[in-house]
Structures are given as structure tokens and as C-alpha cells.
């Protein structure tokens, strides 16, 4: 049975940091590629950040360069996504997701930007 759990979700003024985990279980992790996604209240899912499976670079929207770093460990079957200099745009419910063919997804964490 395939599961993704995240962890790590919160209530941070802007300008903080929060470290999302996600726990992976079921399928073989190293096979997947791993990313985190965002939705907000009434807009679209968005990717957020992508790392490939084994090597490669990491992919992260504009809107988060310079300020997010997503990492894997296979060993662990976990990946995470680091948050720093918080803003209240990124208020949002974040989504684990693995993908080779079908993707895998998260029940999401909720993560709130506000002073």
C-alpha cells in the first residue's frame, strides 16, 4: 500500500521557517521522482519543487528560488522541503508527490504565513 505522509506544516510570521517531511512507503522510493506542491484557497495546484530520482538537479517555481531547498534521502525514503524567508504568499496546504508513471500524492499540511 502506497503512502505518503507529510509532516512539519505550521503557523509562522513571515520572515520564519519551516522544514516540510514527507514519509514515503509502498514503492520503491530511489525509482521516483519526488516533488512538493501547493495549493492555496481558490487557485490552481502548483509545483513548488521537484528533485529527480538519483543525481540531476533540483527544480523550483520562481516564486521560491533562492528561499526553498528540497532534498532526498533514498536511504530513508524521505524527502523534504526546507522554507526559509517565509512569506504570506506562501500560505497554502503543501502535497507530497511521487512520480514514474502514476503519481502518488499526500493527504497535504497546511502551512500559514501571517503576522
Known amino acids: 500500500q502506497v503512502q505518503l505522509v507529510e509532516s512539519g506544516g505550521g503557523l509562522v510570521q513571515p520572515g520564519g521557517s519551516l522544514r516540510l517531511s514527507c514519509a514515503a512507503s509502498?514503492?520503491?522510493?530511489?525509482?521516483?521522482?519526488m516533488s512538493w506542491y501547493r495549493q492555496a484557497p481558490g487557485k490552481e495546484r502548483e509545483l513548488v519543487a521537484m528533485i529527480p530520482a538519483v543525481g540531476g538537479r533540483a527544480i523550483y517555481a520562481d516564486s521560491v528560488k533562492g528561499r526553498f531547498t528540497i532534498s532526498r534521502d533514498n536511504a530513508k525514503s524521505t524527502v523534504s522541503l526546507q522554507m526559509n524567508s517565509l512569506k504570506p504568499e506562501d500560505t497554502a496546504v503543501y502535497y507530497c508527490?511521487?512520480?514514474?508513471?502514476?503519481?502518488?500524492w499526500g493527504q497535504g499540511t497546511q502551512v500559514t504565513v501571517t503576522s
Open positions: 508527490n511521487a512520480r514514474r508513471i502514476t503519481p502518488y
Open positions: 509502498g514503492f520503491t522510493f530511489s525509482n521516483y521522482v
